[in-house]
């Protein structure tokens, strides 16, 4: 079954340039990603070259400063067009997410020269990202990993293995946590490493369950050499410029699960209105309409919840706490909103001819990514009670 383009979703948002921004995003995504999502999700297929398209369109760097190619918009605003983009396909949502993240540790900490050397490609030339910490042995408890960096000179020598990465094997370039010191979070450094640099190779991607269209890979280090020069930050400050990356990233993560939660509601209600049995409507059976009820209200307030901790770090105010609860919510209503939409279309929602079915395998990976919910449990009791002794 086609593809449905999600109902427009009603938002407030800050100017006629973002208004402006939003129809365009629809416009893309309904011209461009909607016919193809479900079969190439199917196929495997990753649409680089719509990726290329979102760059020249400006929607590779809308966070960013418009010195370097950026878009100049605010978090509340490029976190609505993330929703927009997952409603339609969550691969291109969460990869243009991955994307700004993988972004973040230049545009935050780099040199001036740094971010004049790279940035432009990176916004607006067509490149593509991703980003480096987890490891086999090293995922949640991010701050082990073993990845080491050896300075030799004026250059670095990376050894190791990164897992779980998101654009593994396809990206242009690499933000890399490795090892330069001691054990600890204190011993990690930042790197970018170009996607093509000489003992870099990536394994077969992940088969997963969901995503499919999205290309997870480990990556294998083998005396990769780069210069001093592309060192994001200081000697030791990787762990810190990773963990503000993530708060960051988490909001990504939370505006994909609004999207995709919002298509399955979209897809329920489409459904219930049309299907009968026992002589009337599933709309009109109590029952259903309170679960479609329910559904909705997860929906809103995960919205609502992103949205005021993108208002927050939009103000230059803390904002870690409340993204580790909006990546919680809203992933989690994601789950759940995406199981309900299947038990509305009851068979046919078991079936890959409807949509919801590949939107409840896609909503289990975001309970997962940039840090577990049970991870971001553990950040919003530290901010409450301090940490455990």
């Known amino acids: 079954m086609p593809e449905r383009t999600p109902a427009p979703v009603e938002r407030a948002l800050p100017t006629d340039e973002a208004r402006e921004l939003l129809a365009l995003v629809r416009d893309i995504a ?7 999502a479900a079969e190439e999700e199917d196929a495997g297929h990753f ?18 400063g418009s010195r370097y190619g950026g878009g100049d918009q605010p978090y509340e605003v490029y976190l609505q067009v993330l929703e927009e983009l997952a409603a339609v396909r969550l691969t291109v949502g969460l990869g243009v997410s991955v994307h700004t993240l993988a972004t973040y540790p230049l545009a935050a900490h780099g040199t001036e020269e ?19 910490l987890s490891e086999p042995s090293s995922g949640s408890d991010a701050a082990a990993l073993r990845t080491r960096a050896v300075r030799d000179g004026e250059e670095w020598v990376i050894s190791g ?29 930042v790197f970018l490493v170009p996607g093509d640099a000489d003992g870099l190779a990536a394994a077969p991607p992940e088969r997963k369950m969901g995503l499919k269209g999205s290309p997870t890979a480990q990556l294998h280090f083998d005396g ?3 210069p001093d020069a592309r060192r994001l930050g200081d000697e030791g400050q990787g762990f810190a410029i990773a963990l503000a990356a993530l708060d960051s990233g988490r ?63 939009d103000a230059g105010r803390p904002f870690a706490r409340q993204a580790a609860m909006a990546k ?24 890959a001819d409807f949509p919801v079915e590949r939107y409840l395998r896609e909503a289990k990976a975001l309970q997962i990514v940039e840090g577990t919910n049970q991870i971001q449990r553990m950040v919003i009791a530290r901010h409450l009670l301090g940490p455990t002794h």
């Open 251 to 313: 909001l990504g993560i939370a505006a994909c699960a609004v999207g995709l939660a919002q298509a399955a509601l979209d897809e329920a209600v489409a459904y219930a209105a049309r299907r009968r049995q026992f002589g009337r409507r599933l709309a009109d059976f109590q029952g259903l309409r309170f679960l479609l009820a329910d559904m909705a209200t997860r929906v809103e307030s995960g919205r609502a919840l992103y949205l005021a901790a993108a208002r927050l770090r």
């Open 224 to 226: 990769v050499r780069i």
């Open 328 to 351: 919680l919510h809203c992933t989690d209503a994601a789950m759940q909103v995406t199981t309900d939409a299947v038990q509305v279309l009851g068979g046919y929602g078991y079936t």
């Open 30 to 36: 309904r011209r461009e990603i909607a016919p193809t």
């Open 161 to 189: 293995t990164k897992a779980w990465t998101t654009h593994g094997g396809i990206a242009d370039f690499y933000t890399v946590m490795a090892r330069t010191g001691g054990e600890g979070a204190g011993g990690i450094t």
């Open 47 to 64: 649409p680089r070259e719509l990726f290329t398209l979102l760059s020249v369109s400006g929607l590779l760097g809308l966070p960013y």
């Open 114 to 132: 740094q971010r004049a050397a790279h940035l432009p490609g990176m916004l607006g030339g067509g490149l593509l990202g991703a980003y480096c």
